[in-house]
């Protein structure tokens, strides 16, 4: 099994994801439920971007976030046998755990969350209306402003659907909640953005 590191942190998660279909992220799943752990290390290496990215969003710091990174892999690691695929999303199952990491982290060091620089930006572009307009705006510093205006779960749905590219499924699985109640988080959470960037922004 490799080591559990961060060899490349800042590579984008879409050109990672392209590597390996579902089909094939299916069986590495089901090779690693049954103790392949190279199989495992492929997933990690699938993954890994995607969860860092996601760690960083919430804290801000580069070491931090491969701390997490990390630790979200080792504890994914020791409980990969109680995975069940029954269509679930490996990848969102890895950002629970990295989301429960978190929120520890916040809880022990009374950290304020911060949306972080635009490096993070690298999202799903099929959005189309209102949407498309907020994450063609996404490397401008105005709409980050804007975004930590949110409320936190608003700010959360927005990372992981646009930054992230998480589908309505999976985001709702990543927040534990129904889909349909992630749709209309992600509208309001739309439609509060478009009121609060300027006017010759949204209508550009």
């Known amino acids: 099994m490799r080591s559990l590191t961060l060899d490349t942190p800042h590579r984008a998660p879409a050109r990672r994801e392209a590597r390996l279909g579902g089909d094939t992220i299916k069986d590495l799943v089901l090779c690693a439920t049954a103790g392949d752990t190279e199989a495992f290390g492929v997933l990690y290496d699938h993954y890994v971007e ?3 990215r996601y760690a960083y969003y919430r804290v801000g710091s ?10 979200t892999f080792l504890r994914a690691l020791r409980r990969i046998g109680d995975f069940n695929w029954q269509g679930k999303d490996f990848g969102a199952w890895l950002i629970t755990i990295a989301r429960n990491l978190v929120a520890d982290h ?9 949306i972080s620089t ?8 099929h959005e189309e209306g209102p949407e498309r307009t907020v994450l063609d705006l996404m490397t401008n510093r105005l709409l980050f402003t804007a975004v930590r205006r949110l409320g936190s779960e608003q700010q959360e ?8 590219g998480l589908s309505v499924a999976e985001t709702a699985l990543v927040m534990g909640k129904k889909s349909g109640a992630i749709k209309a988080l992600q509208y309001r959470a739309v439609r509060s953005l478009a ?6 922004l949204t209508t550009a």
Do not use: I, N, Q, W
Not at 157 to 164: G, I
């Open 50 to 52: 995607l969860v860092y």
């Open 62 to 71: 580069h070491v931090l976030a491969e701390d997490l990174a990390s630790d």
């Open 106 to 114: 916040f809880k022990s060091s009374r950290y304020r969350l911060e």
């Open 118 to 125: 635009p490096d993070l930006l690298d999202g799903d572009r």
């Open 157 to 164: 749905c927005v990372v992981l659907r646009f930054l992230h």
């Open 195 to 200: 009121r609060m960037l300027p006017s010759d």
